[in-house]
Each structure stands twice: as structure tokens, then as C-alpha cells.
């Protein structure tokens, strides 16, 4: 079946430019988390969502990262005046039930450039 | 908090040659341990996972990793290597939080393979 999906796949925006990431988790997959994967790095964790629900957002690093899901399937990653440091892939996973099993599903990312 | 250590940050092995990726972990808890493969403009593939039971795990294209809590390690290994198996590898633990849990990655470890 379909994987997770995420678009674009690349993004280039000038320093100050709002983005919207989005992603397309498996079908019927209740969890659904977004990581920062800087250049030579592991992902890190930003945000979780169960369902609609955004149950933890304590890896956003400020207030212009923003990530909705409103009817439980279609996330969007949006970043508001970017700046150079959110250069990153951003990464989608998502999982069945609420993610206990600690296995997610990742999409391909999509890599953002800040000029 | 969880981390994951791994300390190599490349590994070349000759093709055919026996591979061990080391990998570290901090946790409270008994942990949930992965193991990611991630190839060059894809996302993140799952190769095996530990979460109780038999100390030794067995997961994709012929990778296996052993559980040593003693050492609190999680290393992964392969006894003959193919050239595809080039790509980065990233050990993850998972942590609990209210009911569902997030993955704290290592940084990664580049595997080159010569022929």
C-alpha cells in the first residue's frame, strides 16, 4: 500500500518567507509525529498528534513553528519569518494506534533551504 | 531525559566483510531500541526493533542486533555485507510519554562500503 508522503520534497524560501510543509501519513494511522533532521544529524522530535489532537509540541523550538492536523489524517508543518537556522529535513512518520509500539512509518521528508 | 550515543560517525567495510555499528543508549526505563537505515533522499526504513524478550533480534535484509543492558548497548550487526547496504544508520530509543511514545535518535553513522 501507499507510504507516507510529504511535499514538496524541496523547498527553497527567502529569509522572512512563511512555509507549509505538509504530509500524508498511511491511511487509517491514528499517531503522527514531525522531526528536524539538521545537516549531519539524527532527527529530533517536534510535535505529536493523536488523531486531530496535538498532544505535544514541546520540540518546536519557537513560536513560529505551527503544525495542524484538523481531521485526523493531512498534517501540515507550517514555519512563519524563517530564518537560516530552520534549514533542515523535516520529517513525517506516522503509526497505528497511539504510537505504544514505538514503530513509525517515515515519509521522505522534505528539505528546506533558508536563503 | 533518553539519548543515544553512537559513536562512529563513518564506518568503511570491504564488501563481504563483517559489519558492527556501535550504538549507546540512556534511558530510566527499560527501553524500546531501533534501528533506522536511511538512504539518500529517502526516509527513514525500520530494520529491527527491540522491545522484551529474546536479547537478540533478528530484522531485514539480514541485520541483527543484541540487547546487553549491562552495557546499555544495542549494536547492530551483519555477517557479510553488499555494496547496497551503503547508507546511514541511526539507532533510536523510544520514550513513553501519556500514552504513547517518541523516538530520540543518535547521530547517525555513515556506512561506505568498498568492493
Known amino acids: 500500500g501507499a507510504g507516507v508522503s510529504q511535499s514538496p520534497r524541496y523547498k527553497v524560501a527567502k529569509r522572512g518567507q512563511d512555509v507549509a510543509l505538509r504530509c500524508d501519513p498511511i491511511s487509517g494511522h491514528v499517531s503522527l509525529f514531525w522531526y528536524q533532521q539538521a545537516l549531519g544529524q539524527g532527527p529530533e522530535f517536534l510535535t505529536y498528534f493523536q488523531n486531530e489532537a496535538q498532544l505535544d509540541k514541546s520540540g518546536l523550538p519557537s513560536d513560529r513553528f505551527f503544525a495542524e492536523r484538523p481531521e485526523g489524517s493531512v498534517s501540515t508543518l507550517k514555519i512563519q519569518r524563517t530564518q537560516q537556522e530552520d534549514s533542515a529535513v523535516y520529517l513525517c512518520a506516522s503509526s497505528w494506534g497511539q504510537g505504544e509500539s514505538g514503530e513509525q512509518y517515515f515519509g521522505p521528508g522534505t528539505r528546506l533551504t533558508v536563503t | 531525559a533518553q539519548s543515544v550515543t553512537q559513536p562512529d560517525i563513518h564506518i568503511t567495510v570491504s564488501e563481504g566483510a563483517s559489519l558492527e555499528l556501535r550504538c549507546n543508549y540512556s534511558y530510566g526505563a527499560t527501553p524500546y531500541l531501533f534501528w533506522y537505515v536511511q538512504s539518500p533522499g529517502q526516509g527513514l526504513q525500520l530494520l529491527l526493533k527491540?522491545?522484551?524478550?529474546d536479547t537478540l533480534v533478528q530484522g531485514i535484509k539480514g541485520f541483527e542486533a543484541e540487547f546487553k543492558r549491562s552495557q546499555s548497548s544495542f549494536n547492530l550487526r551483519k555477517p557479510s555485507v553488499h555494496w547496497s547496504d551503503a547508507a546511514e544508520y541511526f539507532c533510536?530509543?523510544?520514550?513513553w510519554g501519556s500514552g504513547y511514545s517518541t523516538l530520540t535518535f543518535g547521530k547517525g553513522t555513515m556506512l561506505l562500503v568498498s568492493p
Open positions: 527491540y522491545f522484551s524478550g
Open positions: 533510536a530509543v523510544g520514550a
